[in-house]
């Protein structure tokens, strides 16, 4: 398994897929923003995993100086708890590290909180509804230490 950017295009299908199996939107403002950047997880050349992250303001934390929204997680179900997940939040905070971001934040769906604090999230709101997907928390991540020191 590796990580690789891909287009947009290439995360459509899992989006759908699991994100939104019941419809809805699968495009979304900013995929092609020149700024925004996929990743998937590949197995051989099969996307088994994607993300998206986009530098969007931080709702929780509005004096960042360089917020990232991570995005439309999505693994297929064969391959979670393979590291899939993992590798590419580890790929995609690096390369936002790299771009100068100070903090990722997320709408995470309570199902897969505890999976963002394992990777180093916190919880940063109450539950709250996302109509027509279910109960979210929102969550961050910030990626400068606190010596004020870069980190990546």
Known sequence: ?????????????????????????????????????????????RVVGVVRFSPVPCPWRPLARAAWQLRGMATEVAVRGSGA????VEDGLR????????????????????????MGFEVVTGEYDKPGIGPHRGM?????????????
């Open 85 to 88: 997940g993992r590798a590419m």
């Open 140 to 152: 961050l991540r910030d990626l400068t230490p606190a010596d004020g020191s870069r980190s990546g």
């Open 1 to 45: 398994m590796r990580v690789d950017e891909v287009p947009a295009e290439a995360t459509y299908a899992l989006r759908g897929a699991v994100l939104r199996p019941d419809g809805g939107d699968i495009v979304w403002p900013g995929d092609e923003d020149p700024t925004t950047f996929h990743l998937g997880a590949m197995i051989d050349d």
């Open 95 to 118: 390369r936002v590290a790299e771009r100068g971001g100070d903090v990722v934040w997320c709408d995470a769906r309570v199902s897969a909180v505890g999976f963002y604090e394992r």
